[in-house]
């Protein structure tokens, strides 16, 4: 495709059936429309009927890209920023994506990106808003940039207010994005000196990085105090920037946070630190030891649950087993690509 927007005739393939659209709607995407509109009090009975809430109800909003190499660009879009929305307690409802991609691409990969996105929204029950996509020579990979709207009423609303003694749970396996992305990259070379069965194990680790469902369970069940997404920076930046700005400290047990025999074994060889790999799928919850103790319980082989940490004093800073965690630097997975790269294993 040439440089400057997408055709009309392929936009319109992308658009599909506007009857799809349920009556919250009022106006979705249509060519020639410049906006989505929402009818709010439609749009809220959802999230009323989930909680069976009468409290007011608060919009949500997030925007995250996807820039890392992915076969799956507009799938991954959509689960990043559900699970930010998640977060805070929220349903997601809608979502919008902008999508950039080098000239020369071809129409085929339009139509997978969009199809990755409205596959996954339907998993969902999400709808698709709008976006906007182009050809650009100022990328060299496919971007998509998505924002996700979400509805949570006031009495589920997580608030991020933290105390003392509180405890942090790490929800699931650690670096699981980050393994789906490295086996993606370098399977013929770790294959072999691994085996494809591992290889395979981890592009399946990587698959299921939705929080969506855990999180809204969880939120449901103990109303916790703080839920955070492990994202770039790995587990270990997430659980650093959720505590850095508050007026707490946090003390973390290396041996606590939950990785697989594989993602142990690929970081060993790429001289990767798996606590700083990105880790969309591992959801960081903040509750009190009594609840924490009731969701360990639910813990399974496939979504393990653990203690990792406990909130302490400020003066006693963030610690990882007594040792002081300096602030997030580049995430491990850019170095790791790069050995791959350079197939200097």
Known sequence: MEEGKLPLDLLDQIIGEKEKL???????????????????????MQVQKFYNSKEKVYLVYKTDPITFPTPEPGKYAVIVNANDVVTSGAIPFGFNATIILPVGSSAVEV???????????????????GGHTEFSSSVNTP?????????????????????EDDVMLCIGWCAKEGMGIIANEGYEQ??????????????????????????????????????????????????????????????????KFPFT??????CQLLEADPLKIIS???????????KAKEIVKESTKEIPIEIIG????????????????????????????????????
């Open 261 to 266: 025999k594989e993602t142990i074994d690929v």
């Open 190 to 255: 770790l294959g072999e000196l691994l085996g494809p069965a591992t290889l395979d194990k981890l592009l399946e680790l990587g698959d299921e990085i939705s929080i969506v469902d855990i999180a809204l369970k969880i939120n449901k069940e103990i109303k916790p105090n703080l839920m955070h997404d492990a994202t770039e920076g790995g587990v270990l930046g997430a659980a650093y920037e959720t505590i850095s700005p508050m007026d707490f400290g946090l003390e973390l047990y290396s041996e």
């Open 111 to 129: 139509l997978n990106i969009q199809k990755g996105i409205q596959e996954e929204c339907d998993k969902k029950q999400i709808i698709v808003l």
């Open 310 to 345: 406990k909130i302490t004093s400020k003066e006693n800073g963030i610690t990882l087993d007594g040792e002081v965690v300096p602030p997030p630097g580049p995430d491990a997975i850019i170095e790791a690509l790069r050995k791959l790269e350079e197939g200097s294993l």
């Open 143 to 163: 971007i998509v940039s998505g924002a996700m709207l979400g509805f949570v009423p006031k009495d589920y609303y997580v608030t991020r207010e933290v105390t």
């Open 22 to 44: 349920p009556d919250s709607v009022v106006q979705g995407p249509q060519v020639g429309a410049d906006v989505a509109v929402i009818d709010y009090q439609k749009a809220i």
């Open 280 to 290: 969309s799928g591992t959801l960081l919850v903040i509750t009190s030891e009594s």
